[in-house]
């Protein structure tokens, strides 16, 4: 697998369950992002990681908890969830160069739908 | 102060046409300018990027010009195909900031 891979693509929940969004990068990179992308709306920054520590949470709510294991895996842990949080949830990666224009590397979205 | 303006919400060019997308922002501290490219199913990737010290920037059939004064840059797509319909993201980040700032992005249809 290269680029960055992300699971589930799809995912339906209820307001009551607990999911958890998975994201990989193969690139060898050390920050990573969540983003929602949500219709008609610019893609919202939520989380970044830079060598596994967070370094900017965008007043997320507290019912999105990310986890940043090492380098390579970000998760996204749900619950209680409403349903204007249905959106497509995007991971992406970059060198976390300092100083210098950081191109970030995007992953194919997670699609939630909370009913 | 941190907005990144996008123009037009969606765009309707013929093949072998100009696309022309616009951004604005208010930020002169905004020091990087990138364009990504989205398709459907896919996440957005980067297509071409400009820095405030040039005006323009071509790659291919795509050019950046900046506008400096203006606070505004645009997204150029000579002679355009079908395969170029896609959502275009205009952004801009300041410094060694991570944090880009995204448009609200332009569904750009090219007809056959």
């Known amino acids: 697998e290269t680029g960055v891979t992300q699971t589930p693509r799809h995912l339906v929940m209820g307001m009551t369950n607990k999911k958890s969004l998975k994201c990989e990068q193969h690139?060898?990179?050390?920050?990573m992002y969540w983003y929602k992308q949500s219709a008609k709306k610019p893609l919202e920054l939520m989380f970044v990681y830079n060598f596994k520590e967070q370094t900017e949470n965008n007043s997320v709510p507290s019912r999105f908890s990310p986890e940043c294991p090492n380098s390579s895996h970000l998760f996204l842990h749900l619950h209680t969830l409403q349903p204007e949080d249905s959106a497509l949830y995007l991971c992406?990666?970059?060198?976390?160069?300092?100083?210098?224009?950081?191109?970030?590397?995007f992953g194919p979205g997670t699609r939630l739908t909370v009913l | 102060q941190q907005q990144v303006k996008q123009s037009p919400q969606s765009l309707i060019v013929q093949k072998g046409g100009i696309s022309i997308i616009n951004c604005a922002y208010e930020n002169t501290a905004f020091d990087y300018f990138p364009w990504y490219q989205q398709f459907p199913g896919k996440g957005p990737a980067l297509l071409i990027a400009i820095r405030p010290d040039v005006s323009e920037k071509k790659e291919g059939r795509f050019t950046i010009s900046f506008n400096k004064s203006a606070k505004q840059f645009s997204l150029h797509i000579m002679d355009s195909q079908p395969g170029d319909s896609a959502t275009y993201f205009c952004?801009?980040?300041?410094?060694?900031?991570?944090?880009?700032?995204f448009g609200s992005g332009t569904r750009l249809l090219v007809r056959p």
């Open positions: 690139l060898g990179h050390n920050a």
């Open positions: 992406a990666s970059s060198q976390g160069t300092s100083g210098a224009p950081d191109t970030q590397y």
């Open positions: 952004a801009a980040s300041m410094g060694s900031s991570y944090k880009l700032i």
